[in-house]
């Protein structure tokens, strides 16, 4: 059964959608029935280019990324998701919609905050290398998240083994 994962970030442009694509590249990658999703609160409706630029700079494909709302999580025809995971502070600040779990449950719940790399100083060169270490610090926690027992572990040690993670 696919665990489905939620990646939210207040505009869904940079730091969720990183984190999605890295997901969906590194869960097919060691052949794991995964599958990411990003969304945001106040979705910009268009994706940040330094990170687009990131990720196909590190071979990862980007077709079909967009700028979506989490609304589209939580209504009908949402996939049952297993883990929401919060990017940044003030996505992770707002009241989230109901997101619906597998059997009708409630999804694990996780922070795991990043600087935003679309304010990084330096001209365009400074943010390209502030995305591409986000990038790169975010690949680090989907390998671990990735290395978790996602079909059998319980709710209780799945959300401690996440919240450690998001620690590392």
Known sequence: ???????????????????????????AKLGQD????????????????????ALESAGIDTRGCRSKSWDEF???????????????????????????????????????GYPDPSNAEGGDDGKRRAFELTRQAIGYRMLQLLALPLQTTDRAALQAALTRIGRS
Do not use: Y
Request: charged share 10%; hydrophobic share 45%; with cysteine.
């Open 1 to 27: 059964m696919t665990v489905h994962v939620l990646i939210l970030c207040t505009h869904n442009s940079a730091r969720s959608v990183l984190a999605e694509c890295m997901l969906n590249h590194l869960a």
């Open 34 to 53: 995964v599958r990411a999703h990003s969304a945001g609160s106040a979705p910009s409706g268009r994706i940040n280019p330094f990170a687009l630029e």
């Open 74 to 112: 939580s209504g009908e025809g949402a996939p049952p998701l297993s883990i929401v995971i919060t990017v940044c502070d003030s996505a992770a600040a707002e009241q989230c919609p109901v997101f619906f779990g597998g059997a009708g449950g409630q999804p694990v719940k996780v922070h795991w």
